[in-house]
T-cell receptor, first 114, second 110 residues
């Protein structure tokens, strides 16, 4: 399977702990996006990379969130000092720059903060 | 922001054609229109994309009028497995950022 993969699929953590998620995009895709989705809502944009450069970050993203994409391949999303409000599905998507609205999503990482 | 508006829910029966309409009141001149499908506990799946007139693929058809203020996703002869949430996200120009609304929950009944 050469689709987008995410790890872990599920994460349960206690409030105040740090968590890190990984996304492996489709290999030839140079754009990578992170979204967050809560129950009953559509995905909400968090940030995106073109190759290794982080080009946009949502204003909704607090300083506790950080993302990286070293060498323009896989990406990590870290949440520090988690809060219960961080509980959500974290989705990663990738695309080719020329067809950016055609994005391929991974299965997501479901985070539960207790 | 290129937000879109679509019905919250729709019901249909197996074998029927389903048309879901989306309003794109703030669409930019160079934006494409895309539709996604999402099943529970999965990421959204790209269905179809178009700029104007009609586009058809093996899954669906997309109708876009000349003014591009709306679009209609047409699913021919739906089955139970088409029960899902369908989104017509707005776009954000060159960034490719997608702006999702609540989507349309399609329930296909036997």
């Amino acid at each position: 399977d050469t689709g987008v993969s995410q790890d872990p699929r599920h994460k349960i953590t206690k409030r105040g702990q740090n968590v890190t998620f990984r996304c492996d995009p489709i290999s030839e895709h140079n754009r990578l996006y992170w979204y967050r989705q809560t129950l009953g809502q559509g995905p909400e944009f968090l940030t995106y990379f073109q190759n290794e450069a982080q080009l946009e970050k949502s204003r909704l993203l607090s300083d506790r969130f950080s993302a990286e994409r070293p060498k323009g391949s896989f990406s990590t999303l870290e949440i520090q000092r988690t809060e219960q409000g961080d509980s959500a599905m974290y989705l990663c998507a990738s695309s080719l720059r020329g067809s950016s609205y055609e994005q391929y999503f991974g299965p997501g990482t479901r985070l539960t903060v207790t | 922001l290129a937000k879109t508006t679509q019905p919250i829910s729709m019901d249909s029966y197996e074998g029927q054609e389903v048309n879901i309409t989306c309003s794109h009141n703030n669409i930019a001149t160079n934006d494409y229109i895309t539709w996604y499908q999402q099943f529970p506990s999965q990421g959204p799946r790209f269905i179809i994309q178009g700029y104007k007139t009609k586009v058809t693929n093996e899954v669906a058809s997309l109708f876009i009028p000349a003014d591009r203020k709306s679009s209609t996703l047409s699913l021919p002869r739906v089955s139970l497995s088409d029960t899902a949430v369908y989104y017509c996200p707005g776009g954000s120009g060159n960034t490719g950022k997608l702006i999702f609304g609540q989507g349309t929950t399609l329930q296909v009944k036997p």
